[in-house]
């Protein structure tokens, strides 16, 4: 079976344009997640969705970054305009949610740099 | 609040050593999940284990082992004999439940480097 994947894995761009990060979860999987990786802030959870839903995004940094999963098989999460200090690691990752409690899958990342 | 502390930042064995990796953890609710992933050099977050509060049975896969006590809200690993192969970071995280399930809100410790020299 097809993990988490994720597009694209690398991204350069220059401040101030716009960028999509795109997320595949596994399929099945109705609990999806971003997190950004930095050597400053480490793991942190950006926003994650149920059943398609967001349920918090209490960590998304700023109104420049927004996602939307408008299936159960895709999402996105879009940074404008993007500035330097997003440059990480973006992850995606799936779970089945519910009692008992569930592993993330992760994807390989997306790691973004923003000159 | 939640929070997860891996105190060693660094450690650096010499292969076919034991090496233990340590987590403590932070939380006020009574029903959580503790996990361990694995991140090699090429990026990507692998799981290894999960636990859940109530289960505090440590618990043994190949050179792995992993050692829950709920008395010291530790969550502490262990790999016996390592290989060249364990060079990694690892992670410890923590999830918030709700009821008893796991919301998947896994809060992460800053994580340790291993590096196993041959």
């Known amino acids: 079976d097809a993990g988490v994947i994720q597009s694209p894995r690398h991204e350069v761009t220059e401040m101030g344009q716009e960028v999509t990060l795109r997320c595949k979860p596994i399929s099945g999987h109705n609990s999806l997640f971003w997190y950004r990786q930095t050597m400053m802030r480490g793991l942190e959870l950006l926003i994650y969705f149920n059943n398609n839903v967001p349920i918090d995004d209490s960590g998304m940094p700023e109104d420049r970054f927004s996602a939307k999963m408008p299936n159960a098989s895709f999402s996105t999460l879009k940074i404008q305009p993007s500035e330097p200090r997003d440059s990480a690691v973006y992850f995606c990752?799936?779970?089945?949610?519910?009692?008992?409690?569930?592993?993330?899958?992760f994807g390989e990342g997306s790691r973004l740099t923003v000159l | 609040a939640q929070k997860v502390t891996q105190a060693q930042t660094e450690i650096s064995v010499v292969e076919k050593e034991d090496v233990t990796l340590d987590c403590v953890y932070e939380?006020?609710?009574?029903?959580?999940?503790l996990f361990w992933y694995k991140q090699p050099p090429s990026g990507e977050l692998v799981f290894l284990i999960r636990r859940n509060s109530f289960d505090e049975q440590n618990e043994i896969s190949g050179r792995y082992s992993w050692n829950f006590q709920k008395s010291t809200s530790s969550f502490n690993f262990t790999i016996t004999a390592s290989q060249v192969v364990d060079s990694a970071v690892y992670f410890c995280a923590l999830s918030e439940a709700m009821g008893s399930s796991n919301t998947g809100k896994l809060i992460f410790g800053q994580g340790t480097t291993l590096q196993v020299k041959p």
């Open positions: 939380t006020r609710d009574t029903t959580y999940y």
């Open positions: 990752a799936s779970s089945l949610s519910g009692t008992g409690g569930r592993e993330l899958f």
